[in-house]
Nanobody, 119 residues
Framework: QVQLVESGGGSVQSGGSLRLSCAAS????????MGWYRQAPGKQRELVAD???????SYQEFAKGRFTISRDNAKNTVYLQLNSLKPEDTAAYYC?????????????WGKGILVNVSS
């Protein structure tokens, strides 16, 4: 089993920044993709960004130019730098990892961390 612990959320004013972290622990044989989703009140969960094991990144349109995803493979940790935050970025942010090999490969999810952006 793999456990994910997120940190770094909180409340900021519009234009502010936060850095989210998500550390994976447990029986980890291999971590493939890592990423972040978010879910705003009353809305469906949506992908924010993801990063492959080789470091290739992809972002949703709303995240481009403001958010940066990175990972530290030695620490089994994925980060999400949130800059120029807007009130519409207010949501619970969830990290995930695609871990394992072959038939044992699956996604693991964190419990979520709140980001609140006030105007």
């Amino acid at each position: 089993q793999v456990q994910l612990v997120e940190s770094g959320g909180g409340s900021v004013q519009s234009g502010g920044s936060l850095r989210l972290s998500c550390a994976a622990s447990g029986r980890i044989f291999r971590i493939n993709d890592m990423g972040w989703y978010r879910q705003a009140p009353g809305k469906q969960r949506e992908l924010v960004a993801d990063i492959t094991i080789s470091g290739r990144t992809s972002y949703q349109e709303f995240a481009k130019g403001r958010f940066t995803i990175s990972r530290d493979n030695a620490k089994n940790t994925v980060y999400l730098q949130l800059n120029s935050l807007k009130p519409e970025d207010t949501a619970a942010y969830y990290c995930y990892v695609d871990a394992g090999l072959g038939h044992a490969r699956r996604d693991y999810w964190g419990k979520g961390i709140l980001v609140n952006v006030s105007s």
